[in-house]
């Protein structure tokens, strides 16, 4: 990002440009994000919205503060402020289209980058139900949906039957394993169908980003303060904030990784990631949903090999690559890692999904 457009969000949000202090913040794949300070030692974090990752940002700010608002009004979490530029506006638009917003810097806080035990995973987990708890009384009619069909795995399934069947013949033979075994486990996508529009699935308020650097911890404490990130935070199923947890946090490796034998579940983790989501919850989810918890990770693991096998199909479009064939390994890493949790959940749990 250009200094020259960052000063100028900068001032527009905090002041006097010879009083300004920007630092960037993080290392995010998708948005810049900056801690700004002036004189007066206020501080904020000011960060442009990707607009070809969020193709309508005014909605990310909209729903922020319909969630900020109804937090301060239960007196729940205290996520950080949005803050009003010099126009009273929450957006500012710079001109070369950049779209910037604000909030506030929370002091004596830092995000760590991993959850290194279970422990850590149990806090994740607990901290991110908890956020979907407190906003159970908000009206999900008035959040926009950031990203249309996210977590939508009939949708996905068909990307990825659409991409096989135009996929060139070289990259095809490939793929065929991965593909006979993806089409053997459909029966999820017809245990998703089953929730849509089932009363006994409601849609909630999911962050749809969990992970532990979207946490802010007290520096003194390392008590939890609140999630932060919410711009994928939207209405969504049950099975979306858990079972990504589950699929990034229980594996031994992550999804890059072709140590194909190294590919393994921490029993520990997902112990600890289940109970504290669940207790984070309270009481909020529904019998049917309770019953079957275990589909989470099964969905969300499943929908990650479908969507990178579909992209080495259709010549590696969206996720970014480093050798040709990575969007396939990290297909079988992930239908791997599938095969090891159907396992874990019949021995541990006895479930069976696809009986």
């Known amino acids: 990002m250009k200094q020259e457009l960052v000063q100028k969000a900068a001032e527009e949000f905090i002041g006097s440009a010879n009083e300004i202090k920007i630092e960037q913040l993080g290392n ?147 793929s065929t394993h991965i593909i006979a075994q993806l089409r053997q486990r459909k029966a999820l996508v017809d245990f998703y169908n089953s929730t849509i529009n089932s009363p006994d699935y409601p849609e909630r308020v999911m962050h749809h980003d969990c992970k532990i650097s979207n946490i802010l911890f007290d520096t003194a404490t390392d008590k939890v303060i609140c999630p932060v990130d919410l711009d994928t935070t939207m209405p969504g199923k049950y099975f979306s904030d858990l079972g990504d947890m589950i699929r990034t946090m229980t594996c031994s490796v992550d999804e890059n990784s072709k140590a194909w034998e190294d590919i393994a579940i921490r029993p520990s983790f997902y112990k600890s990631i289940l109970t504290g989501y669940l207790e984070g919850a309270g009481d909020i989810f529904s019998d049917k949903e309770k019953k079957n918890i275990h589909y989470s990770g099964l969905i969300l693991t499943f929908m990650q090999s479908l969507r990178f096998v579909a992209d080495f199909l259709n010549g590696d479009i969206y996720y970014k690559t480093s050798y040709p064939e990575q969007n396939l390994n990290r297909a079988l890493n992930q239908l791997i890692l599938l095969e090891k949790l159907e396992q874990f959940l019949q021995t541990e749990f006895s479930f069976a999904p696809y009986n």
């Open 28 to 174: 995010g794949l998708i948005n810049h994000t900056y801690k700004i300070a002036n004189a007066l030692k206020n501080k904020l974090v000011l960060q442009a919205i990707n607009k070809n990752i969020f193709s309508k940002p005014e909605d990310i700010i909209s729903n922020y503060k319909e969630i900020f608002e109804y937090l301060e009004a239960q007196h729940a979490i205290n996520i950080p402020a949005p803050i009003k530029n010099k126009n009273e506006k929450l957006l500012f638009i710079d001109e070369e289209k950049n779209y910037w917003r604000a909030t506030n810097f929370v002091d004596g806080s830092y995000s760590p980058m991993n959850a290194t035990n279970e422990d850590a995973a149990f806090t994740v987990a607990k901290s991110f139900a908890g956020f979907t708890k407190s906003l159970a009384g908000l009206n999900i009619n008035k959040l926009h949906v950031i990203i249309p069909d996210f977590h939508n795995l009939a949708f996905r399934y068909k990307q990825f039957e659409d991409a096989v069947a135009n996929a060139p013949v070289k990259r095809l033979l490939k």
